[in-house]
């Protein structure tokens, strides 16, 4: 609803007394005892206010001169008048066509008005009120549904103004939607929002809205509210009370300071999808200005915007006063401020997303820097020796190629930590590392997880699966035990390293991947290839580049760097506080074999660790396996407890002591398995083929 312009014409000028200006407050004061307000609801919101002051009265009608002017062809040009009488406020109808009813009852005569009277015009409802308190809405607003137009009612009822009235109240700006053609006006909302959009913090912002506030209106006084939530948006409450919203900016342009709107007026504006509030001839009106440390209200006219967000609720206020001398506030400063406070609500959610972002961005910052050093350990080559700075060395420069590569080197000695550090050291490190022990399943399985398969491809596939290649497209695939692939499937492996497309099994849709392949394997290709049971093309295809991960027994200095660091490990996990390890238990430790490697290593700290009630881990609580008895000493010849026989090949020693472990363990192959740092799958596997040679 846009109002007329009306020319000022003030009342007060510079040259009046402070006599005259006294008795003008006094006469004011007088007024508002007898003042009396009409309040128009739209969906039982408090919409527009026409504040009455005998002696002037208010006509109501659709001609543009009246008072109150009600735009539908079923009022008539002059439908009704109220004005002061007989000390109270009386109705009469002007003779209308449609009637007018009060409470339900047409009005033939002149009859007194009550408040909280519902006056009916033309399908309109207005309320007349001799006090603005929070119990209005509560009073009236159930019955406004029921009465026709009622959603047109701020758009077809247009209060005139005065100097006797209280004028308008907006929920939006013409001016941020078009409808506005003063270039000046926008332009200067546009410079606003260009200020707002380069400012990065709350108290910034405020301050330069009531400096756009000081340079474009002419106002005495000025603040800002905004509740304390207003940094979280989504988890921000409607604002309900004063003491709600503390007052976060102050601007004043003359000697009165400034003072907080009295909290009937805050009640009423804030609320859920609240309206902005202009009000005019508040001299002496205390439920529309507060006074001041003498007691008077010098306040002559009020803006009151609420700084809503996109789901209508209410954040904060922007309340703006003018005194007598100032031209008071009209329809178009209204509008302004309206579409102020809407380019701060815009301001505001974008520094709530700013600051929810930042807090983001530093919590994720700090869980990449926790999962780096989590990482950093799981990948983290431990060794001082010759041997270990040779892997690294090989790491570094095979890392940021393509290069397939292969890894070889006992059971246990860390071929799946060589490959983690190849991939989170490459360019591939964002993409996923996918590991798959190629030992570990039937060969038809094996296919199956390789390359995936389709429903129904064979029994069981009740749904397509994606394979491991699909699954490591963009980052890194590593095979383990590469060298227990029968020959079909090494056949269709050297395909997919080739660069050509894939099926999955069942399937005839060709897929092609960006996957980068590390290999890995503790038996000898190069043999396997002369033997017949691997693809010499396939090794020629993996053996591009060759890491060989050394045995421990080959480092043995690096068995305490190793020690130290698993406990470190366990201590953190596990929340207890082991110091370290006995002179005995470093010896014990230096003096072992290491069958299982690293692996062995780390299963006997964590044991320790585990069982142990002490602060520092002794020698009896290292629980080694029986394969050291069978370990040489420093000279070369075999330890007295238990004769090797040197002539033996290392298939069969390895045979041997698989069946030593297994009686150790009294058959337990979980414990058996864990001892020598294999799989059970593997022990399973070897045993059937110890067996196998044995029958031949």
Same mark, same amino acid.
């Given at each position: 609803?846009?109002?007329?312009?009306?020319?000022?014409?003030?009342?007060?000028? /510079?040259?009046?007394?402070?006599?005259?200006?006294?008795?003008?407050?006094?006469?004011?004061?007088?007024?508002?005892?007898?003042?009396?307000?009409?309040?128009?609801?739209?969906?039982?919101?408090?919409?527009?206010?026409?504040?009455?002051?005998?002696?002037?009265?208010?006509?109501?009608?659709?001609?543009?001169?009246?008072?109150?002017?009600?735009?539908?062809?079923?009022?008539?040009?002059?439908?009704?008048?109220?004005?002061?009488?007989?000390?109270?406020?009386?109705?009469?109808?002007?003779?209308?066509?449609?009637?007018?009813?009060?409470?339900?009852?047409?009005?033939? /005569?002149?009859?007194? *008005?009550?408040?909280?009277?519902?006056?009916?015009?033309?399908?309109?409802?207005?309320?007349?009120?001799?006090?603005?308190?929070?119990?209005?809405?509560?009073?009236?607003?159930?019955?406004?549904?029921?009465?026709?137009?009622?959603?047109?009612?701020?758009?077809?009822?247009?209060?005139?103004?005065?100097?006797?009235?209280?004028?308008?109240?907006?929920?939006?700006?013409?001016?941020?939607?078009?409808?506005?053609?003063?270039?000046?006006?926008?332009?200067?909302?546009?410079?606003?929002?260009?200020?707002?959009?380069?400012?990065?913090?709350?108290?910034?912002?405020?301050?330069?809205?009531?400096?756009?506030?000081?340079?474009?209106?002419?106002?005495?006084?000025?603040?800002?509210?905004?509740?304390?939530?207003?940094?979280?948006?989504?988890?921000?409450?409607?604002?309900?009370?004063?003491?709600?919203?503390?007052?976060?900016?102050?601007?004043?342009?003359?000697?009165?300071?400034?003072?907080?709107?009295?909290?009937?007026?805050?009640?009423?504006?804030?609320?859920?999808?609240?309206?902005?509030?202009?009000?005019?001839?508040?001299?002496?009106?205390?439920?529309?200005?507060?006074?001041?440390?003498?007691?008077?209200?010098?306040?002559?006219?009020?803006?009151?915007?609420?700084?809503? /967000?996109?789901?209508?609720?209410?954040?904060?206020?922007?309340?703006?006063?003018?005194?007598?001398?100032?031209?008071?506030?009209?329809?178009?400063?209204?509008?302004?401020?309206?579409?102020?406070?809407?380019?701060?609500?815009?301001?505001?959610?974008?520094?709530?997303?700013?600051?929810?972002?930042?807090?983001?961005?530093?919590?994720?910052?700090?869980?990449?820097?926790?999962?780096?050093?989590?990482?950093?350990?799981?990948?983290?080559?431990?060794?001082?020796?010759?041997?270990?700075?040779?892997?690294?060395?090989?790491?570094?420069?095979?890392?940021?190629?393509?290069?397939?590569?292969?890894?070889?080197?006992?059971?246990?000695?860390?071929?799946?930590?060589?490959?983690?550090?190849?991939?989170?050291?490459?360019?591939?490190?964002?993409?996923?590392?996918?590991?798959?022990?190629?030992?570990?399943?039937?060969?038809?399985? *094996?296919?199956?997880?390789?390359?995936?398969?389709?429903?129904?491809?064979?029994?069981?596939?009740?749904?397509?699966?994606?394979?491991?290649?699909?699954?490591?497209?963009?980052?890194?695939?590593?095979?383990?035990?590469?060298?227990?692939?029968?020959?079909?499937?090494?056949?269709?492996?050297?395909?997919?390293?080739?660069?050509?497309?894939?099926?999955?099994?069942?399937?005839?849709?060709?897929?092609?991947?960006?996957?980068?392949?590390?290999?890995?394997?503790?038996?000898?290709?190069?043999?396997?290839?002369?033997?017949?049971?691997?693809?010499?093309?396939?090794?020629?295809?993996?053996?591009?580049?060759?890491?060989?991960?050394?045995?421990?027994?080959?480092?043995?200095?690096?068995?305490?760097?190793?020690?130290?660091?698993?406990?470190? =490990?366990?201590?953190?996990?596990?929340?207890?506080?082991?110091?370290?390890?006995?002179?005995?238990?470093? =010896?014990?430790?230096?003096?072992?074999?290491?069958?299982?490697?690293?692996?062995?290593?780390?299963?006997?700290?964590?044991?320790?660790?585990?069982?142990?009630?002490?602060?520092?881990?002794?020698?009896?609580?290292?629980?080694?396996?029986?394969?050291?008895?069978?370990?040489?000493?420093?000279?070369?010849?075999?330890?007295?407890?238990?004769?090797?026989?040197?002539?033996?090949?290392?298939?069969?020693?390895?045979?041997?002591?698989?069946?030593?472990?297994?009686?150790?363990?009294?058959?337990?192959?979980?414990?058996?398995?864990?001892? *020598?740092?294999?799989?059970?799958?593997?022990?399973?596997?070897?045993?059937?083929?110890?067996?196998?040679?044995?029958? /031949?």
């Amino acid at each position: 609803m846009i109002l007329p312009h009306i020319p000022y014409s003030p009342k007060l000028t /510079d040259s009046v007394s402070s006599d005259s200006v006294s008795n003008e407050q006094q006469n004011h004061a007088s007024a508002n005892q007898q003042g009396a307000y009409l309040v128009l609801q739209s969906a039982g919101r408090w919409s527009d206010v026409f504040r009455l002051s005998p002696p002037c009265e208010a006509v109501i009608g659709r001609a543009s001169s009246n008072q109150i002017v009600v735009r539908s062809e079923q009022a008539s040009r002059r439908h009704a008048r109220i004005f002061w009488a007989n000390s109270g406020w009386m109705i009469e109808d002007l003779g209308s066509r449609n009637g007018t009813f009060v409470a339900g009852s047409v009005v033939r /005569d002149p009859r007194r *008005l009550r408040s909280g009277d519902k006056i009916q015009i033309a399908g309109f409802a207005i309320f007349f009120t001799d006090r603005l308190g929070g119990g209005l809405g509560s009073s009236t607003g159930s019955d406004l549904g029921s009465h026709r137009g009622q959603d047109q009612a701020t758009d077809q009822i247009t209060m005139e103004i005065d100097a006797d009235s209280i004028t308008d109240r907006r929920r939006y700006s013409d001016y941020l939607r078009g409808c506005s053609q003063q270039r000046a006006v926008t332009g200067s909302l546009l410079k606003l929002a260009f200020a707002l959009a380069q400012l990065n913090r709350l108290e910034d912002a405020v301050a330069t809205v009531l400096d756009a506030l000081e340079s474009q209106l002419q106002l005495d006084t000025a603040g800002v509210y905004l509740g304390e939530s207003v940094s979280l948006l989504e988890d921000a409450a409607p604002i309900a009370s004063m003491g709600e919203i503390p007052l976060v900016g102050t601007r004043q342009s003359g000697v009165r300071s400034y003072r907080r709107p009295p909290e009937t007026l805050i009640q009423n504006v804030a609320n859920e999808r609240g309206k902005a509030l202009l009000a005019r001839n508040v001299l002496g009106d205390k439920q529309l200005a507060a006074e001041n440390s003498r007691g008077e209200i010098e306040v002559e006219s009020i803006i009151l915007a609420p700084i809503c /967000d996109h789901q209508d609720r209410v954040l904060g206020m922007i309340h703006l006063t003018t005194a007598g001398g100032i031209r008071p506030f009209d329809s178009e400063d209204l509008q302004w401020v309206v579409a102020a406070a809407e380019i701060l609500a815009e301001s505001l959610s974008r520094l709530a997303d700013h600051d929810r972002l930042a807090k983001s961005l530093r919590r994720n910052r700090h869980r990449a820097d926790v999962l780096q050093r989590q990482l950093s350990d799981k990948v983290r080559i431990v060794g001082k020796s010759d041997a270990i700075a040779e892997v690294t060395r090989k790491i570094a420069l095979a890392a940021p190629t393509g290069a397939t590569v292969l890894i070889r080197g006992e059971s246990g000695v860390g071929k799946e930590l060589v490959a983690a550090a190849l991939h989170h050291t490459s360019d591939r490190s964002e993409g996923p590392l996918v590991c798959l022990n190629c030992a570990a399943l039937s060969d038809s399985l *094996l296919e199956s997880e390789l390359f995936g398969h389709e429903k129904g491809a064979f029994t069981g596939a009740t749904e397509r699966k994606r394979g491991k290649f699909e699954m490591a497209d963009g980052g890194t695939l590593m095979l383990d035990e590469i060298g227990e692939m029968n020959s079909e499937l090494q056949a269709k492996l050297l395909r997919v390293l080739e660069g050509h497309p894939f099926e999955r099994v069942g399937g005839h849709e060709p897929i092609r991947v960006d996957v980068r392949v590390v290999a890995a394997t503790n038996r000898d290709l190069q043999a396997m290839v002369g033997e017949g049971t691997f693809r010499q093309d396939l090794y020629y295809r993996l053996h591009v580049v060759e890491i060989f991960v050394p045995p421990l027994r080959a480092r043995q200095h690096d068995c305490l760097l190793l020690a130290t660091f698993f406990l470190d =490990q366990f201590n953190r996990q596990m929340g207890r506080r082991v110091e370290g390890f006995t002179r005995s238990a470093q =010896q014990k430790l230096l003096g072992y074999h290491w069958p299982g490697n690293i692996r062995e290593l780390r299963n006997v700290v964590e044991r320790a660790v585990v069982l142990n009630q002490k602060t520092v881990i002794d020698e009896n609580d290292l629980v080694l396996s029986p394969a050291e008895l069978g370990r040489p000493d420093t000279k070369g010849k075999p330890n007295q407890g238990d004769p090797l026989d040197l002539e033996i090949s290392l298939a069969k020693l390895e045979q041997q002591h698989i069946e030593r472990v297994l009686r150790y363990t009294d058959g337990n192959k979980s414990r058996a398995s864990a001892i *020598l740092g294999i799989e059970r799958s593997t022990l399973d596997r070897k045993r059937k083929k110890y067996a196998a040679e044995a029958n /031949d």
